[in-house]
């Protein structure tokens, strides 16, 4: 029999495993507690809502994932390696999550949740306005590191070439989830991102780059 703690930490799991593979608004709280093994009674003692165990879920596991996003941005790692590590990252997020014979493509159910709730949700919007805020900010920290080392060309926006490489991102998923095509966002998510930051030539993989763009041509 699990204790007070232990459910809860099932509820928070459970809640962002459902998300991963049907929207928001398809689950339901008894789906939840079938799924995490436990009683509405017990879901209730823990939250107050559906909207309340998705935001704490959401929340649960950005704070899995913070020592691994810590690790890619700390300072002591060279921004070019940083930025490396950041597309081996979620490249690695798509071969993990992804269900053979179905989906190839995985969106980050956190953001897409903040987009499918009206303001009786609220909180998961303000959940996923948070958790997208500290990714660009991770993000920030990296882009100022290679406009330091004068690996962009010309005069950067820290702050909006963070936001926009975010966008670039989920949008980039989003698409190679609808064509269920990996392969889109293998090929394009380095080229677009360097595009972006404006990335000095030398700094570049061309011919990934080439292969690319032969690829969309």
């Given at each position: 029999m699990r204790n007070a703690a232990e459910t809860r930490t099932k509820l928070l799991e459970t809640a962002i495993q459902l998300l991963w593979t049907s929207s928001y608004h398809d689950i339901g709280v008894s789906d939840v507690c079938k799924h995490a093994g436990v009683t509405?009674?017990?879901?209730?003692?823990?939250f107050d809502s559906k909207a309340a165990l998705f935001a704490a879920s959401a929340r649960?596991?950005?704070?899995?994932?913070?020592?691994?996003?810590?690790a890619i941005f700390s300072p002591e790692i060279a921004p070019l390696d940083q930025l490396n590590s950041y597309i081996d990252l979620i490249m690695n997020k798509q071969k993990k999550q992804a269900i053979p014979g179905d989906a190839e493509v995985c969106v980050c159910p956190i953001f897409t949740a903040g987009g499918q709730v009206g303001p009786e949700d609220i909180e998961i919007q303000d959940c996923s306005r948070e958790l997208a805020e500290e990714q660009i900010k991770?993000?920030?920290?990296?882009?100022?590191?290679?406009?330091?080392e004068?690996?962009?060309?010309?005069?950067?926006?820290?702050?909006?070439?963070?936001r926009l490489v975010?966008?670039?991102?989920?949008g980039l998923l989003t698409y190679g989830k609808v064509f269920n095509s990996l392969d889109t966002v293998r090929s394009d998510l380095r080229v677009g991102i360097c595009r972006m930051l404006d990335l000095r030539c030398e700094f570049r993989d061309v011919k990934a780059e080439e292969a690319s763009l032969s690829v969309a041509g």
């Open positions: 509405k009674g017990a879901f209730y003692h823990h649960h596991h950005w704070d899995k994932g913070k020592d691994e996003l810590r991770y993000l920030a920290s990296m882009i100022r590191g290679l406009k330091g004068g690996m962009l060309s010309g005069d950067a926006d820290v702050t909006l070439l963070a975010f966008q670039f991102v989920h």
